[in-house]
């Protein structure tokens, strides 16, 4: 089963990313479950290597890690928030509005948050 994650808001401040990316995670870990995860809009900024959050608080980037599967993030929306392929977590990628697209079309399951 094919479940394709589509995230818009940003790491912090609401806890709709949070809260995807732990259901993306739980799902990820049964028996023949695949997981893509879509980051646009201020989502992208879930993926920024070297966040810094305080002590016993969640971190998005390395959520983002521990997901596993194919993470990409739209490319409009990183330059428009000034991120570059080189300050992303490992394990994600710039991606287009095209792969989405396909992406969406594969999918057994999407969930937008």
Known sequence: ?????????????????YNALRLAKALAKRDGE????????????C????????????NAGDM???VG???????TCM?????????????TRRSTLLELAAWTAEADKVLVF
């Open 79 to 91: 330059d428009a928030r000034g991120i570059t392929p080189g300050e992303v977590v490992e394990g």
């Open 69 to 75: 599967g194919e993470v990409g993030l739209c490319g």
């Open 34 to 45: 695949s997981v893509r995860i879509f980051l646009m809009g201020d989502a992208v900024a």
């Open 47 to 58: 993926a920024k290597a070297g966040q810094k959050v305080p002590e016993g608080y969640y």
């Open 64 to 66: 983002v890690r521990m």
């Open 1 to 17: 089963m094919q479940t394709l994650f589509i995230l818009n808001d940003a790491p912090y401040g609401t806890e709709r990313s």
